[in-house]
């Protein structure tokens, strides 16, 4: 078997080395990309906290009959898959779907609300969880103390909001990353629906593997933060949670 | 998401989304010609969605595109008679290859008609990487196969449900065949470990067609586009269009310009 001449081929150095310089030099149609993602996740994570939170929370402080299916309910939107989120969104919203007439496929709003239902779960199960964790002498106590039902309740939140930042950074990282369903709601359209994932998959199918590398290393500086975001809440809430 | 679903509704009226193969958008070709497109018509604003053709022929059919550039004769043919569009309008074309190790292990370097070639590769049981994903590429490897009279299964045989550039790259790890279309393989050369072997007969003519879908939302503005894309100063554009700095041409303007092609007008071997 005859092997390539290194040169003539993918070498990772010399990409790599271009990529860098795509990213410091400002080229815009990198940045413009990595700004409409953060763009795009950041409104669906808005969504997806707007409504997950409050479901999240209701479940897990009230106390109601047929809790149990809810709970697992909530808890089983954690396992859809992504690419499946976005068949189901293509299908709704192709023209020749129930909601065709709203014309939102191919556009940024059509990928807000796939990613939003994406991240949902994610926010809505920790929050939950979290919600069911507050030990319910914090609450007799407060309302021992006179607090109102509000105040009551605002307090158990203090309690939780370490798991809720966690939550909330692991849904970004889950739907920033994301592929499939982007792609398919989302059409991977220059500067309207482009995102770091999918221009990852385009550029490299093109052999431009500098502009690929150069977003992969904003993609993974992004994971790492919503990395060092998690652990920094968690520590918190351990030492804390050791002090108490 | 009111607010966003009516602000993506504002730019409709001059907006039109057109549904184009891998091959013609990641070339750069498409890129090219709208923008060519736009210095007369700056107030149009094409939208391109990247579908191999049997993905973008269905999206067309729902009306989700306005405009339909792809390479599938049969498949479009059968569009066109149920319906879905009024005409198919060839406006380019080029020559599939087949491309393989540059040790060509088959031996069927210029080598024709093309189904011999597929013929003594499958003989050989060697490696062989399809797109199988219904693209217009793809089809026209299963009519290839056919040609031979080859069932293309076996170890030798693998799909890669890709677009052209992956499925070029996934040959060229695997030292495997592949049909490709010439312009991929042309501006994919400097990364890929693959040769164009054989191409240039008439079997592996690749034509590129327009077509309207006629559930198109905006028909007057695709109208447009693909008039001007068959008109003297689109063909100008398609015939001067090179990647990024590199003296070849990869895509020729239908029909060709010395007419003694017209009826049976292959590409050229891509280099």
């Known amino acids: 078997m005859k092997k390539l001449p290194r040169r003539n081929r993918f070498g990772p150095v010399d990409p790599l080395l271009e990529a860098l310089r795509l990213l410091t030099s400002g080229d815009l149609y990198v940045w413009n990309v ?46 859809l898959p992504p690419v499946v989120v976005g068949l189901a969104a293509f299908l709704l919203l192709s023209r020749a779907g129930p909601l065709g007439d709203l014309r939102l496929l191919y556009t940024p709003a059509a ?51 370490t798991s809720l930042v966690a939550a909330v950074a692991a849904g970004f990282g889950a739907i920033v990353s994301e592929v499939g369903a982007v792609m398919i709601v989302g059409g991977n359209i220059l500067d309207e ?8 998959v385009l550029e490299t199918r093109r ?38 | 998401m009111v607010v966003l679903a009516a602000s993506a509704c504002r730019g409709d009226r001059q907006s039109i989304v057109l549904g184009a193969t891998t091959s013609a958008y990641d070339s750069g070709l498409l890129e090219h010609l709208i923008a060519r497109f736009n210095e007369e018509h700056p107030e149009v604003r094409v939208r391109t969605v ?12 729902d009306g989700n595109l306005d405009l339909l550039l792809v390479h599938s004769p049969e498949a479009e043919a059968s569009f066109v008679d149920a319906g879905h569009a009024r005409e198919r309008r060839p406006v380019m074309y080029n020559s599939f290859v087949i491309a393989g190790p540059p040790g060509d292990p088959a031996g069927i370097r210029g080598m024709s008609p093309a189904a011999a070639a597929f013929a003594k590769i499958a003989r050989g049981g060697h490696r062989f990487v399809s797109r199988g994903d219904s693209s217009g590429t793809h089809h026209r490897e299963v009519a290839l196969w056919d040609e031979a009279g080859v069932a293309a299964r076996g170890g030798w045989y693998a799909e890669s449900g890709q677009g052209q550039g992956m499925t070029l790259q996934l040959a060229s790890e695997r030292e495997a065949y592949t049909l490709t279309d010439g312009a991929t393989l042309s501006l994919l050369s400097g990364t890929v470990g693959l040769e164009p072997l054989a191409g240039g007969d008439r079997s592996l003519r690749n034509v590129y067609s327009l077509l309207q879908p006629e559930a198109a939302l ?19 554009a398609i015939a001067e269009f090179r990647h990024r700095g590199r003296e070849f041409q990869l895509f020729w303007p239908w029909p060709p310009a010395d007419g003694a092609a017209s009826d049976d007008g292959y590409g050229p071997l891509s280099p």
């Open chain 2, 218 to 236: 905006r028909p007057a503005t695709a109208k447009a586009l693909a008039e001007w894309l068959v008109s003297p100063r689109g063909r100008r």
């Open chain 1, 34 to 79: 990595i700004l409409r993602s953060l763009r795009i996740s950041g409104s669906a994570l808005v969504v997806a906290i707007i409504i997950g939170l409050p479901v999240g929370l209701a479940v897990g402080l009230a106390r109601f009959r047929f809790r149990l299916p809810v709970v697992a309910f909530v808890n089983a939107g954690l396992a």
């Open chain 1, 207 to 244: 052999g431009n593997f500098e502009v690929a590398i150069a977003m992969g290393i904003v993609l993974m500086l992004i994971a790492l933060c919503v990395n060092a975001v998690l652990l920094l809440f968690a520590r918190r809430s351990f030492t804390r949670a050791s002090a108490a």
């Open chain 1, 111 to 161: 990928m807000i609300g796939a990613q939003a239902v994406i991240a949902g779960p994610y926010i809505a199960a920790v929050s939950l969880a979290a919600a069911q964790g507050i030990p319910a002498d914090v609450a007799l106590q407060a309302r021992a103390l006179g607090a109102s039902r509000w105040q009551t309740i605002l307090l158990r939140l203090r309690e939780i909001r």
């Open chain 1, 193 to 200: 629906t482009r995102v770091m994932t999918t221009a990852i």
């Open chain 2, 50 to 61: 990247i579908a191999g053709s049997g993905e973008a022929l269905a999206l067309g059919r």
